[in-house]
């Protein structure tokens, strides 16, 4: 059966199915010998090569992980201004690259997951998925009833109606720098801040400390990562809703 070139590259582990349309646009991938273009389709025993350099698919064995990200990280790869990244802490690979499964931003911590499969990746941040992401959230300003109804309810925010699908209040607020917990289920860019700063206020700090179900061991520290094992492998495919090929 054939199948879409960017999809099956993206299943080998190189990148996410976008990067790799990218790859093919450039001009990095030939297929039998000819340059390949977008949308092409590949059967087994066809020839790929990537950068000039053969690519084979047999037996790949995906690998996945929990890092818990500090803030003052970025989740690419490379940076013009010469800020660290979450791939300098990771474990080096062969024949494979790690795709963060979604992103946070510069100045937020906690759950990252990574993955060498870049259709489950691919899968697990489509807003289609709807899977939870859980924050907890210190905000600074005085928050009103009214506020948590607008941001239950929703907010437009410049690239859409944006909402929290919940928000736990704290026990015991003390003065007006106060800790939330808030449940989204899509990953726009710096959607939980300006959901707050639509209200007027302002986050002070931003962890990520669920996704779906997977939440931070107590063991694995600031800056530190653990390799997922077949249990916890499974549970991510199966928060995908598909199955490891």
């Known amino acids: ?68 990200k500090p803030a003052g990280e970025i989740c690419s790869r490379d940076d013009p201004e010469g800020r660290p990244s979450v791939y ?5 690979l062969r024949n494979q690259r790690w795709i963060s499964i979604g992103r946070l ?17 691919n899968t697990l941040i489509h807003p289609s998925t709807g899977i939870d992401r859980e924050y907890a959230v210190r905000v600074l300003g005085n928050v009103a009833d009214q506020n948590l109804r607008n941001l239950r309810e929703g907010v437009m925010l410049e690239d859409g109606l944006a909402r929290f699908t919940d928000i736990k209040k704290p026990k015991d607020p003390v003065g007006a720098n ?26 002070s700090r931003l962890k990520r400390v669920r996704f779906g179900s997977f939440f931070i061991p107590s063991r694995v520290k600031l800056g530190k990562f653990v390799e997922l094992g077949k249990k916890e492998s499974n549970d991510l495919y199966d928060l995908a809703s598909v199955r490891e090929s």
């Open 1 to 68: 059966m054939s199948q879409k070139l960017q999809k099956m590259l993206a299943n080998a582990g190189l990148g996410s199915r976008r990067a790799m349309e990218k790859w093919i646009d450039a001009g990095r991938i030939r297929v039998n010998g000819a340059i390949a273009k977008r949308g092409d389709r590949v059967l087994e025993g066809d020839t790929i090569h990537v950068d000039g350099h053969l690519l084979r698919l047999k037996n790949v064995e995906h690998r996945h992980l929990l890092y818990n």
């Open 88 to 92: 300098r802490k990771l474990p080096k």
């Open 105 to 121: 931003d510069f100045n937020t911590s906690g759950l990252l997951l990574f993955t060498t499969d870049g259709e489950l990746a």
């Open 178 to 203: 106060n800790w939330y917990y808030v449940v989204l289920v899509e990953g726009r860019n710096r959607e939980v801040r300006r959901l707050w700063e639509s209200q007027g206020l302002i986050v």
